[in-house]
């Protein structure tokens, strides 16, 4: 059985800085292109990260140079580092593995930047 699980997320005030985790089983996890994606209240799901089999990485444009996507496939998790956080990154952080036409997500962790 597949599953994703995230976790890490929790409540931190701007400027602070949060690690997420992403870990997977049940997929050959370095065959399998990873995504952080993110739902605000009242919004729709965004992609925020993503890192490829090949470990090349690419960010959305809101939090380039302050999250750092990386993945360990031999313990079969990713990660996403978060500095510099604002209240605008709040919300619900899912991972998300693609491969070929096999598509999982996880349930998702909360995170909430407040002062």
């Known amino acids: 059985q597949v599953q994703l699980v995230e976790s890490g997320g929790g409540f931190v005030q701007p400027g602070g800085s949060l690690r997420l985790s992403c870990a997977t089983r049940g997929i050959v996890f370095d065959r399998y292109n990873m995504d952080w994606y993110r739902q605000a209240p009242g919004k729709q799901r965004e992609w925020v990260a993503g890192i490829s089999v090949g470990r090349d990485t690419n960010y959305a444009d809101s939090v380039k140079g302050r999250f750092t996507v990386s993945r360990d496939n031999a313990e079969n998790i990713m990660y996403l580092q978060m500095n510099s956080l604002k209240p605008e990154d709040t919300g619900d952080y899912y991972c998300?593995?693609?491969?070929?036409?096999?598509?999982?997500w996880g349930q998702g962790t909360q995170v909430t930047v407040s002062s």
């Open positions: 998300n593995a693609v491969s070929q036409n096999k598509d999982y």
